[in-house]
């Protein structure tokens, strides 16, 4: 199993909530799934992926969880062209 | 440290306690009874005047944003407005504030204070552009930060605008607590306010809402200064209420008291806001009806004991408005003004449209924000993401739009119109909220003069109401 070093920049994911333990009064769809929370951070020693980690976030504090990506990344973008969009305005000149 | 029990039921039995010691601030000082508290003295009490404010705000690159006239716009909606009518179109570009919205007002006199009383830290719990604000008016008080945010539906797929949100708190230097969806969020921040000791930089405190005070005090000198008169219209995106209720105070302390006040929302009715299979069937995730009409009619229903966004208090008018509407709008001010800012933003533009359109010539409307635009916010990403989750988007009659089924994009300016809500249906459904939290039979003359005020009317208002009510 490989190692992902100390100090890697990680993210951790932790069940802060079962099913069971979540909130009265919920929509039956969120209902039936965990409250699952992710943050990223530091690694404070050397883990496997799936493993149980802690992290030291951007402020320095201590997290536990289970590590479940490496390097985490944004891809969110401007989206596939919606060309709808494309001739708006042209209608409203002069 | 004593282990203390942190199932669900126990932390929020603590909310009280926790909520004291993370704003050093008691709220029963001022709490009259189940319905009625001092609501100007708890705004005042914050110790600091209008200029404190300004002189705080300047200090992290905050206010004094830049007031344009939408020329082109105005000009569009003179050609389909009928004679004599079309009001002047002005935006305030909120978007150059430090973090890039408005919310750095609501944030900076909160970090202000965190730190005059030694907190090392500030949280708050929001997926909307207000974490971005707090993380950048933290970052420079010298203080920590963490943003609580509802940003995956279980699958682990979060919309593109809430990415990008959660993406700027990091890039300012936060620690981003991501969470599933679900109300439970304040259970996660009542946990991480006991856990570190900080801030809580909620949206609903007095320091949050005089924050935006500015804004409308701003707004009046600058309409004053070029156009020799108060604004006629401001038009104000509503969610929690904040934004409006401090706007609209901001101008009547500048003095603007025929100022009519608008609220918009986009209208996503029918969409559970707790719903796992709804999240990401919204393009909006903030500035609409599933926090706007709640939070009118009840805006109690907040992470403080009393909430100081009260909109009823200041609103004259709401105005619903379609997510095709909005992104139709937000399009236009990139391709006649030159402007590219957030689809979320431009909420208000576009029921500054509609109502332009019925105002007269002379008049002038003020577009009281714009947020700054990117990756993943804009209308583009919003509508390409809603496409692939199976949202059908064409152009055509925005009255066809069904929230979570169909956007429909306008094919011409005359079809954004929005819709106007019944102001006295909102302010019923209020009273009937108040009923809940003390029977009607209980209420002292003190909460009957609270009410009128608390919905822009009086106690003899409220009598009258619950007799036709009967």
């Known amino acids: 199993m490989e190692l992902i070093p100390a100090g890697t920049w990680v993210e951790i994911e932790q069940v802060i909530l079962t099913p069971e333990q979540r909130a009265p009064s919920l929509p039956e769809d969120t209902q039936r799934t965990p409250y699952v929370m992710r943050v990223s951070g530091f690694l404070v020693e050397s883990a496997a992926l799936g493993q149980s980690a802690a992290v030291k976030t951007l402020i320095g504090r201590e997290l536990q969880g289970t590590l479940r990506g490496v390097n985490p990344s944004y891809t969110h973008s401007f989206g596939a062209t919606v060309p709808e969009l494309l001739t708006i305005g042209v209608e409203n000149q002069p | ?470």
């Not at chain 2, 009840?298 to 095709?324: F, I, K």
Request: hydrophobic letters at 40%; glycine letters at 10%.
């Open chain 2, 1 to 470: 440290m004593t282990a203390r029990d942190t199932s669900y039921a126990a932390v929020m039995g603590r909310k009280n306690e926790i909520m004291k010691a993370s704003m050093g601030m008691d709220y029963e000082d001022f709490i009259a009874s189940p319905v009625a508290f001092d609501y100007e003295r708890m705004m005042r009490e914050t110790g600091y005047s209008l200029d404190d404010i300004r002189r705080i705000q300047s200090e992290t690159k905050v206010g004094s944003t830049p007031l344009f006239e939408l020329r082109n716009i105005t000009a569009a909606v003179r050609r389909i407005a009928g004679p004599g009518k079309g009001a002047t179109i002005l935006v305030k570009d909120e978007a150059a504030n430090a973090s890039g919205s408005f919310k750095a007002r609501r944030a900076s006199v909160s970090a202000f204070e965190a730190a005059r009383k030694g907190y090392k830290g500030m949280i708050a719990a929001t997926s909307g552009n207000y974490g971005a604000a707090v993380a950048s008016q933290a970052a420079q008080r010298g203080l920590k930060a963490i943003i609580v945010q509802e940003v995956y539906d279980s699958r682990g797929v979060g919309q593109p605008e809430i990415v990008e949100k959660s993406r700027v708190c990091e890039a300012y230097g936060a620690e981003v607590l991501r969470l599933t969806v679900g109300p439970e969020l304040f259970y996660v921040l009542l946990r991480t306010l006991e856990d570190t000791g900080f801030f809580n930089a909620s949206l609903y405190t007095p320091f949050g809402v005089r924050g935006v005070e500015t804004l409308g005090v701003e707004i009046a000198e600058q309409v004053r200064a070029r156009y020799g008169k108060d604004p006629d219209a401001v038009v104000i995106t509503h969610a929690g209420g904040g934004n409006l209720t401090g706007t609209a105070r901001g101008l009547l302390e500048a003095g603007c008291t025929a100022t009519r006040i608008v609220a918009c929302s986009v209208d996503l009715h029918g969409l559970h806001m707790a719903s796992d299979r709804d999240f990401n069937r919204k393009s909006f995730t903030t500035g609409h009806t599933g926090f706007g009409v709640p939070f009118a009619t009840w805006p109690d229903r907040v992470d403080v004991p009393r909430n100081a966004a009260r909109s009823l208090r200041y609103m004259d008018e709401y105005q619903l408005v379609t997510q095709g509407e909005v992104f139709y709008v937000t399009e236009l001010l990139a391709r006649l003004e030159g402007m590219e800012r957030g689809p979320a933003g431009n909420t208000s533009l576009t029921a500054a449209v509609t109502l332009a359109r019925q105002m007269d010539r002379d008049q002038v409307i003020v577009v009281q924000e714009t947020e700054y635009t990117g990756a993943g916010k804009h209308q583009n990403a919003q509508l390409s993401f809603a496409r692939e989750n199976g949202i059908e988007v064409r152009r055509g009659d925005p009255r066809e739009n069904v929230p979570g089924q169909r956007i429909v994009i306008p094919e011409r300016l005359e079809q954004v119109w929005g819709a106007v809500q019944d102001m006295d249906r909102l302010r019923l459904s209020y009273l009937r909220n108040a009923a809940k939290a003390l029977p009607v039979e209980q209420w002292s003359e003190e909460d009957y003069a609270f009410l009128g005020a608390d919905v822009k009317k009086d106690a003899a208002w409220v009598k009258n109401a619950l007799v036709m009510e009967k």
